[in-house]
T-cell receptor, first 110, second 117 residues
Framework: GQNIDQPTEMTATEGAIVQINCTYQ??????LFWYQQHAGEAPTFLSY????GLEEKGRFSSFLSRSKGYSYLLLKELQMKDSASYLC???????????FGAGTRLFVKA | GAVVSQHPSWVICKSGTSVKIECRSL??????MFWYRQFPKQSLMLMAT?????????EQGVEKDKFLINHASLTLSTLTVTSAHPEDSSFYIC?????????????FGEGSRLTVL
């Protein structure tokens, strides 16, 4: 079966660093994505990992361990506008179907 | 990046009527589009994979006769919610894979919020 787990909510302070974890168990694996979604809007792409290791992209970094079925999204120098839901998603092999986790709602406080 | 446009953004209809939602890829050809549904404070649930020129592939538990999908061209896919009922009220989002991107991430339409009275 398909199962993607991530914390429901997190709170962090402006300027701080926050790490959002994601574990997955899927029948196939062809890449892991992180998307950001503000309330009432469509998701936007943040990062992609297909090989083990860390991918850095400005204030955002994402890590993947395929053997552990584990990923995290690291957000540095938090800003108020980073308050949003962060969705962990796994793409299946063949057909490129992408399955999403329930999302982590991040609240950034001053 | 690739642009996906969805219409309408908001729709309110009476129970028993049908509603059509359009999804267009504006600057690229999308042989495959994906339709998701999202209930409040929940994640995206994949409903079906829309393939240009062929029948859509529905996820388990999604009624194909209730959610009609047509992908008649490389830039347009439509989702029709037939005989809508209040429990069909949700946020429907289409997406397409970025064909020019190495990562092949999904580009999403703006979403369509359906309210069935």
């Amino acid at each position: 079966g398909q199962n993607i787990d991530q914390p429901t909510e997190m709170t962090a302070t402006e300027g701080a660093i926050v790490q959002i974890n994601c574990t997955y168990q899927t029948s196939g694996f062809n890449g892991l994505f992180w998307y950001q979604q503000h309330a009432g809007e469509a998701p936007t792409f943040l990062s992609y990992n297909v090989l083990d290791g860390l991918e850095e992209k400005g204030r955002f970094s994402s890590f993947l361990s395929r053997s552990k079925g584990y990923s995290y999204l690291l957000l540095k120098e938090l800003q108020m506008k980073d308050s949003a839901s962060y969705l962990c998603a796994v793409r299946d092999t063949g057909g490129f179907k992408t399955i999403f986790g329930a999302g982590t709602r991040l609240f950034v406080k001053a | 990046g690739a642009v996906v446009s969805q219409h309408p953004s908001w729709v309110i209809c009476k129970s028993g009527t049908s509603v059509k939602i359009e999804c267009r890829s504006l600057d690229f050809q999308a042989t495959t589009m994906f339709w998701y549904r999202q209930f409040p404070k929940q994640s995206l649930m994949l409903m079906a994979t829309s393939n240009e020129g062929s029948k859509a592939t529905y996820e388990q538990g999604v009624e194909k006769d209730k959610f009609l999908i047509n992908h008649a061209s490389l830039t347009l896919s439509t989702l029709t919610v037939t005989s809508a009922h209040p429990e069909d009220s949700s946020f429907y989002i289409c997406s397409a894979r970025g064909t020019e991107s190495i990562t092949g991430e999904l580009f999403f339409g703006e979403g369509s919020r359906l309210t069935v009275l």
